[in-house]
């Protein structure tokens, strides 16, 4: 028995079964789930259907991950996975899948929003004595200063930007290798 994608072998709505009609096929033919580790890059090319070749990633350590409420995307480290709703053994073995929630590095967007906003996040509040270290033209100042009555960022995310670590969803053909 194959891994099979089609409709014969699953029941009706009302619970009845369906006839079969025929064998099993060649193009219904499915795979074992690949079950992407978290370590250092590995990914295999797969003969698929019409002999094209699809990538098959059996680990990762970097992803593209982007931040919803400001509209950007950054490639940035896969650190752990800290939580899964299907299987607890899927976060032990750190495997990656579609919904699982990871821990990615943070620099990426902290750096980010220090360019958009003027703003450094994880840091701790300025001394009133001591000065930044950046100095920024005045059209640059000005376009901060435009940006900062749409800024908003939850207590919650700052607090993750202090440990260098953000918490987010994972889609696992959704990152570009």
């Avoid at 089609?6 to 789930?33: A, E, I, S, V």
């Avoid at 800024?151 to 919650?156: A, F």
Wanted: aromatic share 8%; net charge positive.
């Amino acid at each position: 028995m194959g891994i099979s994608r089609d409709k014969t072998h699953k029941r009706r709505l009302t619970g009845g079964k369906r006839p079969y009609y025929r064998k099993k096929r060649k193009f219904c033919m499915g795979r074992q789930p690949t079950l992407t580790k978290l370590g250092s890059k590995i990914v295999r090319p797969v003969r698929v259907r019409g002999g094209n070749i699809k990538q098959r990633a059996l680990r990762l350590e970097t992803g593209n991950f982007s931040w919803g409420s400001e509209a950007i995307a950054r490639k940035t480290r896969l650190i752990a996975v800290t939580y899964n709703a299907s299987n607890n053994e899927l976060v032990r073995t750190n495997t990656l899948v579609k919904g699982a929630i990871v821990y990615i590095d943070a620099n990426p967007f902290k750096a980010w929003y220090n360019q958009h906003y003027g703003i450094e996040l994880g840091k701790k509040k300025h001394k009133e004595g001591e000065e930044e270290g950046t100095k920024r033209s005045a059209s640059v100042l000005k376009k901060i200063e435009a940006r900062e009555s749409s800024r908003s960022l939850e207590r919650q995310i700052e607090d993750q930007f202090m440990t260098g670590r953000v918490r987010h969803t994972s889609r696992e053909w959704n990152q570009r290798c």
